[in-house]
């Protein structure tokens, strides 16, 4: 460390000198350089299997923050997808933009199925089962009367509202459920006037994911009249995962969770039942 | 002093001869006194007589004559010559006979102006009733006029035929020269004291060159010393409210003999040269003041008063005076020190706070604006002890971070210690911040408050008799237009989006009202039982709290048979409660002691459910919640106690015990049914300490080794923390300093990165298992120049740390089942760094400038080989802090300027589409921190105005409030907070989330005194 003497005399030209440094730094400072982030082709698997459905995996790649990455000579179309079910080996066939199907399988309950290939050097590897059909699924009232509301009709007033629609089902193990009210016409009816501008809500809704045995579907949360799909589904608690917090945030970027090694995404089988409701008007 | 009776100046002369003279006079003068003042071979020694016609000798509350005798002249020869005193108005006055000068000699003026000073000190507006008849031709005109004794006695009569005569008032007779002015001092005396609180304006034009804002203190005493090396005792106090002063500097003038007060006021200095020399007793924001000692000084209770800062209304730079708002520590290495009271004078955003005017010092991050914590050394806010009347504060923040949990009107004294800390403290690897809060006025009652655009502030101080004082001081924030804003900024973004449930008539949810606001409660009760002796008892509350919920029922909808209703939660709620009992006592002059048992809580709630109530089968009400709960309460039982013991001239021993009981409960559950984490931990943490601090080489070196040892329950293992921090003085202005340590941290605070508002951190005590002790060795050296003008000084860090703990809470989904995993990753890290600080000290145009360069990394295995950016980790941070008086205007000008800190980028996203047929967006990361947000910089400016009692043009008038403008981040420059990332069109966009824009603020603040 260079020793300064500090008189008086020549501090004037010390402070200067500081101030110099200073904006020498700061200038140096303000380059920011272009760092890129490391990218791993580290693919990404999306299955729902539910019996009655073809099974069907959806293989993508991950979009890259960086403009300039190398991805791995793995072609999405060409992958050699193997699938284990029970005792039988099945390799998956390619169906054109990374869909894979198995036709003809059948998916009961119980049924285990895993997934297997090989991408970016690495083996992915994924496993589930069908959890059982959603038992002793009732509902409170099967059809609902709503008041069509309109700029002249205004709030619901005294009396017009109906009670919550009660769905509920037997769940001794306390695993995961979820509902999904499908409107079934393709152009239905909407129950509140919409303005010219406004876009259409959409003809699907559901409720959160819930280890308990019943949920009430309030009135409210229906905008549209006509025969609805109330499907409940029973599923596995990787699939709940995917309504956890997840962060996008440069705050707390962490990895998402998955089941899959060697990949992300979600492969997961499901169960369902599904019973009707019809919205009526006044 | 009290009243008393004329001082006899202890003699060197022979006591026979004076004997000898009394005996032989003693019976021709029978009433009147004989005194020398000072020794033979002074040049002012002289023996002179006082003589009271009344008899009374006690009181000095009276008129002075002093008789100067002819030529050649000795006291008594003047006394027997000389017979005004037989008059009748003089009866009750005091005479006091000088001897002329000698023949050929030349005596000074000064010196009757010293023996005038001497036997009338105290005697504060006597210079009505102070009266000079001279009759020694001698004295030339020159001498006479040089020496100003005019502006000392009130009326002097020159001797018959001097040319000095000619310019005296035509009225030559004693009698009308020399007439008393009454006054009614019982008064008067009082009116001095009212006058005495308080900060002062004057116009110093107005002011004649003898009058001042506050007496100051003079040399009265020419004689020789009589005592050498000895011990002086005592305490310093503010002079108007009686506060004592903590880590005030005591130095004793023209050597490096110096100590500081300790943390009650009271300081000991050791082998003072002798009982003539000048103290100089120094403390940020009060007029640096200088105490002649005198032979009557008292050794073992001396009160040092020191009065604030006066503020000249002049236009003219006083050069030498210090404006201290920010001092570096004189005796310490690596310390800081702020004045709270003149936090007002700088840029605030709302509330002055003394955590943010930290940030403007160099090696304290200026860059983060949603932690009020301290960022010191590239070192976490959790690595800063924070203690506040002694006992610890865990939690420093008030809505987001934005301010921090201390008011300013209920603090004394604020000290940080950037690092090499000494042995007294302990359990942080970083830094220590230590707040002194005020004992309250103990001479007058004293209210005031403060009104922002963000929050209401008023306080109280009530003294009870001459023993107890206690002050209460109370915060609270209103949602006026700046809280909306701060609240909005930091808590409407989220870092996450969950699927939102439902869709439907969103037209038709009702309306929630979110109440939200932060308040603090800060009291203080001192008892002075003994000069000795004093117990205070301080408390310290403070929370936030959010309620942003709402209730729904069907009820509110006209439906008299409702049979669902809906209670929607959403309420964070969050603070501190402490308190402290601290008795101190001054055992012998060279023992002091304090022994302190604390208790402090830190609480969160956070509660986002919502609550159904249903009615099944049976008809009975079920009531089931869902969302997430979050509680987090840590309470920390201490007991500890300090003793110093100024055993030798040269070592000053300080040693101490403390005990600690933690007790910390951590709940987090989603629904009331699943409990995600439930951790109780306790635990007991035991030690002691001692160290030494060592002057060497004639107090040029001041060595400072110690030793703590620590005893953690948890472990079961003992550490030791040996210290050592060296400071030299190379001249007196310029010193080098080093320390160095080794530090121990056995509560680590995680922060919960998933949630981003609300109080998302929480303490982990060590264990053996996941989570080790995690430990610190700092090197620091400086080299530092001060006068009193400037300050420069440059200083170089380096801290390696071991065992630090990440936390991560990973939601764990197999098809099996789900499970949350608490991982806790070990890893190490380094800091360092160089700081350089340049400070003008007084004028009236003042400030500083800093800079810091410095790097912060952090090793952990799971994140790969390398060391990694540390989220703290800042290369270049510039500060530059203007500051300029003029009249009752203060203006003040920040700019801060960091590089940008690290983040994580993404390296790539996909998209899920879920069952019915929304997306979700996730992203995955490879490297941690890689990428740096753009620079960060903001000027903020502030102009004070001061409110002044009394009328224009008064000579003095008391301040008795303020109001101030400030604009915070001037230039609205957009600072980064953080990225946020979508993907859109196949591609990921990131979006900046900002910082706070441009920010006005207005204060009126009034008070009492």
Same mark, same amino acid.
């Given at each position: 460390?260079?020793?300064?003497?500090?008189?008086?005399?020549?501090?004037?030209?010390?402070?200067?000198?500081?101030?110099?440094?200073?904006?020498?730094?700061?200038?140096?400072?303000?380059?920011?350089?272009?760092?890129?982030?490391?990218?791993?082709?580290?693919?990404?698997?999306?299955?729902?299997?539910?019996?009655?459905?073809?099974?069907?995996?959806?293989?993508?790649?991950?979009?890259?923050?960086?403009?300039?990455?190398?991805?791995?000579?793995?072609?999405?179309?060409?992958?050699?997808?193997?699938?284990?079910?029970?005792?039988?080996?099945?390799?998956?066939?390619?169906?054109?933009?990374?869909?894979?199907?198995?036709?003809?399988?059948?998916?009961?309950?119980?049924?285990?199925?895993?997934?297997?290939?090989?991408?970016?050097?690495?083996?992915?590897?994924?496993?589930?089962?069908?959890?059982?059909?959603?038992?002793?699924?009732?509902?409170?009232?099967?059809?609902?009367?709503?008041?069509?509301?309109?700029?002249?009709?205004?709030?619901?007033?005294?009396?017009?509202?109906?009670?919550?629609?009660?769905?509920?089902?037997?769940?001794?193990?306390?695993?995961?459920?979820?509902?999904?009210?499908?409107?079934?016409?393709?152009?239905?009816?909407?129950?509140?006037?919409?303005?010219?501008?406004?876009?259409?809500?959409?003809?699907?809704?559901?409720?959160?994911?819930?280890?308990?045995?019943?949920?009430?579907?309030?009135?409210?949360?229906?905008?549209?009249?006509?025969?609805?799909?109330?499907?409940?589904?029973?599923?596995?608690?990787?699939?709940?995962?995917?309504?956890?917090?997840?962060?996008?945030?440069?705050?707390?970027?962490?990895?998402?969770?998955?089941?899959?090694?060697?990949?992300?995404?979600?492969?997961?089988?499901?169960?369902?039942?599904?019973?009707?409701?019809?919205?009526?008007?006044? | 002093?009290?009243?008393?009776?004329?001082?006899?100046?202890?003699?060197?002369?022979?006591?026979?001869?004076?004997?000898?003279?009394?005996?032989?006079?003693?019976?021709?003068?029978?009433?009147?006194?004989?005194?020398?003042?000072?020794?033979?071979?002074?040049?002012?020694?002289?023996?002179?007589?006082?003589?009271?016609?009344?008899?009374?000798?006690?009181?000095?509350?009276?008129?002075?004559?002093?008789?100067?005798?002819?030529?050649?002249?000795?006291?008594?020869?003047?006394?027997?010559?000389?017979?005004?005193?037989?008059?009748?108005?003089?009866?009750?006055?005091?005479?006091?006979?000088?001897?002329?000068?000698? %023949?050929?000699?030349?005596?000074?003026?000064?010196?009757?102006?010293?023996?005038?000073?001497?036997?009338?000190?105290?005697?504060?507006?006597?210079?009505?009733?102070?009266?000079?008849?001279?009759?020694?031709?001698?004295?030339?005109?020159?001498?006479?006029?040089?020496?100003?004794?005019?502006?000392?006695?009130?009326?002097?009569?020159?001797?018959?035929?001097?040319?000095?005569?000619?310019?005296?008032?035509?009225?030559?007779?004693?009698?009308?020269?020399?007439?008393?002015?009454?006054?009614?001092?019982?008064?008067?005396?009082?009116?001095?004291?009212?006058?005495?609180?308080?900060?002062?304006?004057?116009?110093?034009?107005?002011?004649?060159?003898?009058?001042?804002?506050?007496?100051?203190?003079?040399?009265?005493?020419?004689?020789?010393?009589?005592?050498?090396?000895?011990?002086?005792?005592?305490?310093?106090?503010?002079?108007?409210?009686? =506060?004592?002063?903590?880590?005030?500097?005591?130095?004793?003038?023209?050597?490096?003999?110096?100590?500081?007060?300790?943390?009650?006021?009271?300081?000991?200095?050791?082998?003072?040269?002798?009982?003539?020399?000048?103290?100089?007793?120094?403390?940020?924001?009060?007029?640096?003041?200088?105490?002649?000692?005198?032979?009557?000084?008292?050794?073992?209770?001396?009160?040092?008063?020191?009065?604030?800062?006066?503020?000249?209304?002049?236009?003219?730079?006083?050069?030498?005076?210090? =404006?201290?708002?920010?001092?570096?520590?004189?005796?310490?290495? %690596?310390?800081?020190?702020?004045?709270?009271?003149?936090?007002?004078?700088?840029?605030?955003?709302?509330?002055?706070?003394?955590?943010?005017?930290?940030?403007?010092?160099?090696?304290?991050?200026?860059?983060?604006?949603?932690?009020?914590?301290?960022?010191?050394?590239?070192?976490?806010?959790?690595?800063?002890?924070?203690?506040?009347?002694?006992?610890?504060?865990?939690?420093?923040?008030?809505?987001?971070?934005?301010?921090?949990?201390?008011?300013?009107?209920?603090?004394?004294?604020?000290?940080?210690?950037?690092?090499?800390?000494?042995?007294?403290?302990?359990?942080?690897?970083?830094?220590?911040?230590?707040?002194?809060?005020?004992?309250?006025?103990?001479?007058?009652?004293?209210?005031?408050?403060?009104?922002?655009?963000?929050?209401?502030?008023?306080?109280?101080?009530?003294?009870?008799?001459?023993?107890?004082?206690?002050?209460?001081?109370?915060?609270?924030?209103?949602?006026?237009?700046?809280?909306?804003?701060?609240?909005?900024?930091?808590?409407?973004?989220?870092?996450?989006?969950?699927?939102?449930?439902?869709?439907?008539?969103?037209?038709?949810?009702?309306?929630? =009202?979110?109440?939200?606001?932060?308040?603090?409660?800060?009291?203080?009760?001192?008892?002075?039982?003994?000069?000795?002796?004093?117990?205070?008892?301080?408390?310290?509350?403070?929370?936030?709290?959010?309620?942003?919920?709402?209730?729904?029922?069907?009820?509110?909808?006209?439906?008299?048979?409702?049979?669902?209703?809906?209670?929607?939660?959403?309420?964070?709620?969050?603070?501190?409660?402490?308190?402290?009992?601290?008795?101190?006592?001054?055992?012998?002059?060279?023992?002091?002691?304090?022994?302190?048992?604390?208790?402090?809580?830190?609480?969160?709630?956070?509660?986002?459910?919502?609550?159904?109530?249903?009615?099944?089968?049976?008809?009975?009400?079920?009531?089931?919640?869902?969302?997430?709960?979050?509680?987090?309460?840590?309470?920390?039982?201490?007991?500890?106690?300090?003793?110093?013991?100024?055993?030798?001239?040269?070592?000053?021993?300080?040693?101490?015990?403390?005990?600690?009981?933690?007790?910390?409960?951590?709940?987090?559950?989603?629904?009331?049914?699943?409990?995600?984490?439930?951790?109780?931990?306790?635990?007991?943490?035991?030690?002691?300490?001692?160290?030494?601090?060592?002057?060497?080489?004639?107090?040029?070196?001041?060595?400072?080794?110690?030793?703590?040892?620590?005893?953690?329950?948890?472990?079961?293992?003992?550490?030791?923390?040996?210290?050592?921090?060296?400071?030299?003085?190379?001249?007196?202005?310029?010193?080098?300093?080093?320390?160095?340590?080794?530090?121990?941290?056995?509560?680590?605070?995680?922060?919960?990165?998933?949630?981003?508002?609300?109080?998302?951190?929480?303490?982990?005590?060590?264990?053996?298992?996941?989570?080790?002790?995690?430990?610190?060795?700092?090197?620091?050296?400086?080299?530092?120049?001060?006068?009193?003008?400037?300050?420069?000084?440059? =200083?170089?860090?380096?801290?390696?740390?071991?065992?630090?703990?990440?936390?991560?809470?990973?939601?764990?989904?197999?098809?099996?089942?789900?499970?949350?995993?608490?991982?806790?990753?070990?890893?190490?890290?380094?800091?360092?760094?160089?700081?350089?600080?340049?400070?003008?000290?007084?004028?009236?145009?003042?400030?500083?400038?800093?800079?810091?360069?410095?790097?912060?990394?952090?090793?952990?295995?799971?994140?790969?080989?390398?060391?990694?950016?540390?989220?703290?980790?800042?290369?270049?941070?510039?500060?530059?802090?203007?500051?300029?008086?003029?009249?009752?205007?203060?203006?003040?000008?920040?700019?801060?300027?960091?590089?940008?800190?690290?983040?994580?980028?993404?390296?790539?996203?996909?998209?899920?589409?879920?069952?019915?047929?929304?997306?979700?967006?996730?992203?995955?990361?490879?490297?941690?921190?890689?990428?740096?947000?753009?620079?960060?910089?903001?000027?903020?400016?502030?102009?004070?105005?001061?409110?002044?009692?009394?009328?224009?043009?008064?000579?003095?008038?008391?301040?008795?409030?303020?109001?101030?403008?400030?604009?915070?981040?001037?230039?609205?420059?957009?600072?980064?907070?953080?990225?946020?990332?979508?993907?859109?069109?196949?591609?990921?966009?990131?979006?900046?989330?900002?910082?706070?824009?441009?920010?006005?603020?207005?204060?009126?603040?009034?008070?009492?005194?």
């Amino acid at each position: 460390m260079t020793t300064i003497t500090l008189h008086p005399s020549n501090t004037k030209p010390i402070s200067r000198l500081i101030i110099i440094a200073a904006g020498a730094l700061l200038l140096f400072a303000s380059c920011n350089k272009e760092e890129n982030s490391n990218f791993t082709d580290t693919p990404i698997v999306e299955a729902y299997l539910l019996p009655g459905t073809d099974l069907t995996v959806k293989v993508s790649r991950q979009v890259p923050f960086s403009t300039s990455v190398t991805y791995s000579a793995d072609e999405i179309d060409q992958i050699g997808m193997e699938l284990n079910y029970g005792d039988n080996t099945v390799i998956m066939t390619p169906s054109g933009d990374g869909i894979y199907t198995a036709p003809g399988i059948s998916m009961a309950e119980g049924d285990t199925f895993s997934l297997k290939f090989d991408f970016n050097e690495k083996t992915v590897k994924a496993f589930t089962y069908i959890p059982s059909k959603p038992d002793s699924m009732t509902q409170s009232v099967t059809k609902i009367y709503l008041s069509k509301i309109d700029s002249t009709s205004g709030f619901p007033g005294m009396g017009e509202m109906p009670e919550p629609v009660e769905i509920s089902w037997s769940n001794p193990d306390n695993s995961y459920y979820l509902i999904i009210i499908e409107n079934t016409s393709t152009d239905p009816e909407p129950i509140r006037e919409l303005d010219d501008d406004e876009d259409r809500p959409a003809f699907v809704f559901r409720k959160a994911p819930t280890s308990n045995n019943r949920e009430s579907l309030r009135p409210m949360e229906f905008e549209y009249f006509g025969l609805h799909r109330i499907i409940l589904f029973h599923v596995l608690p990787d699939y709940a995962a995917l309504y956890e917090q997840n962060s996008s945030s440069s705050l707390n970027l962490t990895n998402p969770s998955t089941s899959i090694s060697n990949g992300y995404g979600i492969f997961t089988g499901l169960s369902s039942d599904t019973l009707y409701l019809e919205v009526k008007k006044n | 002093m009290s009243e008393k009776t004329k001082r006899e100046p202890l003699k060197a002369l022979n006591v026979f001869p004076a004997i000898l003279l009394l005996l032989i006079g003693s019976h021709v003068l029978a009433q009147h006194k004989e005194y020398s003042f000072n020794n033979p071979g002074n040049e002012c020694f002289m023996d002179y007589i006082c003589y009271s016609p009344d008899g009374v000798y006690q009181s000095i509350k009276r008129p002075f004559v002093f008789i100067v005798g002819k030529t050649g002249e000795t006291a008594i020869e003047a006394f027997q010559s000389d017979s005004v005193y037989n008059e009748a108005q003089f009866q009750h006055y005091m005479f006091v006979f000088l001897p002329g000068n000698k %023949a050929g000699q030349q005596r000074q003026p000064r010196c009757i102006e010293s023996l005038a000073s001497l036997l009338t000190y105290n005697y504060y507006y006597g210079r009505d009733n102070l009266f000079l008849k001279l009759r020694d031709t001698s004295m030339s005109v020159m001498q006479l006029q040089e020496s100003k004794l005019n502006t000392i006695f009130a009326a002097i009569k020159y001797p018959e035929n001097s040319p000095a005569d000619n310019e005296t008032t035509t009225d030559q007779n004693v009698s009308t020269l020399f007439r008393e002015t009454q006054i009614d001092y019982e008064n008067y005396h009082r009116q001095i004291k009212e006058d005495g609180t308080g900060t002062f304006y004057v116009e110093d034009n107005k002011m004649t060159d003898n009058e001042s804002v506050f007496e100051k203190a003079v040399k009265t005493y020419f004689g020789a010393p009589t005592r050498h090396a000895f011990t002086l005792s005592g305490m310093v106090k503010d002079r108007s409210t009686g =506060e004592a002063l903590p880590f005030a500097t005591l130095l004793v003038k023209g050597t490096t003999n110096g100590t500081s007060a300790n943390a009650d006021g009271y300081f000991t200095l050791l082998k003072v040269p002798s009982d003539t020399s000048v103290l100089l007793v120094q403390y940020v924001g009060y007029q640096t003041t200088e105490v002649f000692l005198t032979p009557e000084t008292p050794v073992k209770q001396l009160f040092v008063e020191l009065a604030p800062l006066a503020v000249s209304l002049k236009t003219v730079t006083v050069v030498g005076k210090r =404006e201290d708002m920010v001092m570096n520590g004189r005796l310490e290495v %690596a310390t800081m020190k702020l004045s709270p009271k003149k936090l007002e004078t700088l840029p605030n955003t709302g509330e002055r706070d003394v955590m943010r005017s930290f940030q403007l010092m160099p090696g304290v991050s200026a860059s983060n604006e949603s932690s009020s914590g301290l960022y010191v050394r590239g070192g976490t806010p959790d690595q800063n002890l924070v203690l506040y009347d002694g006992f610890s504060i865990y939690h420093v923040d008030h809505l987001y971070g934005f301010f921090s949990a201390f008011n300013s009107n209920a603090l004394k004294d604020v000290q940080l210690y950037k690092g090499g800390f000494e042995s007294k403290f302990g359990g942080r690897l970083s830094s220590v911040t230590e707040i002194t809060g005020k004992d309250g006025n103990s001479k007058r009652f004293n209210v005031g408050g403060d009104i922002s655009l963000l929050s209401t502030n008023v306080f109280a101080e009530v003294p009870v008799g001459k023993k107890f004082t206690s002050i209460v001081a109370f915060r609270k924030s209103y949602k006026g237009f700046l809280y909306n804003k701060i609240f909005d900024k930091f808590s409407a973004t989220s870092s996450y989006e969950v699927p939102r449930e439902g869709g439907g008539m969103g037209r038709f949810s009702t309306e929630t =009202e979110v109440t939200s606001y932060f308040y603090d409660l800060n009291a203080k009760m001192t008892y002075r039982p003994t000069d000795r002796d004093v117990v205070s008892l301080s408390i310290f509350n403070g929370a936030d709290k959010l309620d942003n919920g709402s209730a729904f029922s069907a009820a509110g909808f006209g439906m008299g048979n409702a049979r669902f209703g809906s209670n929607s939660t959403d309420l964070t709620n969050y603070g501190n409660t402490g308190g402290s009992l601290k008795w101190g006592r001054k055992w012998n002059e060279k023992i002091y002691g304090n022994t302190l048992a604390s208790y402090s809580n830190y609480f969160s709630q956070r509660d986002r459910t919502q609550e159904r109530t249903t009615y099944n089968d049976d008809d009975e009400a079920v009531t089931t919640k869902t969302g997430v709960i979050e509680n987090n309460d840590l309470k920390d039982f201490s007991l500890k106690s300090d003793y110093e013991w100024d055993a030798f001239r040269h070592s000053k021993i300080q040693f101490g015990a403390f005990a600690t009981y933690f007790d910390i409960d951590y709940n987090y559950a989603q629904n009331d049914t699943s409990d995600v984490l439930n951790r109780s931990n306790k635990a007991a943490l035991a030690g002691l300490y001692l160290q030494s601090k060592t002057k060497l080489f004639s107090d040029r070196l001041i060595l400072t080794p110690g030793l703590r040892i620590s005893y953690f329950g948890n472990t079961a293992k003992a550490y030791p923390e040996p210290r050592l921090a060296l400071k030299y003085f190379i001249s007196e202005n310029i010193s080098l300093n080093a320390a160095t340590g080794q530090y121990y941290q056995f509560a680590n605070r995680v922060t919960r990165e998933d949630i981003l508002s609300g109080s998302r951190d929480f303490w982990l005590l060590s264990d053996e298992k996941s989570v080790p002790v995690s430990e610190a060795t700092h090197y620091i050296a400086g080299l530092s120049y001060e006068d009193n003008n400037y300050l420069f000084s440059a =200083e170089a860090y380096y801290k390696n740390i071991n065992s630090l703990t990440e936390y991560s809470l990973r939601f764990n989904p197999s098809p099996m089942g789900v499970s949350y995993d608490e991982n806790f990753f070990s890893g190490n890290g380094y800091a360092k760094g160089l700081e350089l600080m340049a400070q003008k000290l007084s004028g009236k145009f003042n400030g500083w400038i800093a800079y810091t360069l410095g790097e912060a990394k952090n090793h952990f295995d799971i994140y790969g080989d390398g060391f990694f950016a540390a989220n703290q980790d800042v290369k270049h941070e510039f500060k530059a802090v203007a500051l300029y008086k003029y009249r009752r205007w203060d203006f003040s000008a920040t700019w801060v300027f960091a590089t940008g800190r690290p983040y994580t980028a993404p390296s790539g996203a996909y998209t899920i589409t879920l069952l019915d047929g929304t997306t979700q967006d996730f992203f995955t990361v490879t490297d941690k921190n890689s990428q740096r947000l753009p620079d960060y910089h903001r000027a903020d400016i502030s102009a004070t105005f001061k409110l002044l009692g009394g009328l224009k043009g008064d000579k003095k008038r008391r301040e008795y409030g303020y109001i101030g403008a400030s604009i915070f981040n001037l230039y609205d420059r957009k600072n980064v907070w953080y990225k946020q990332f979508l993907i859109e069109d196949g591609s990921i966009i990131e979006t900046d989330v900002n910082y706070l824009g441009f920010m006005p603020n207005l204060t009126l603040s009034l008070k009492l005194r």
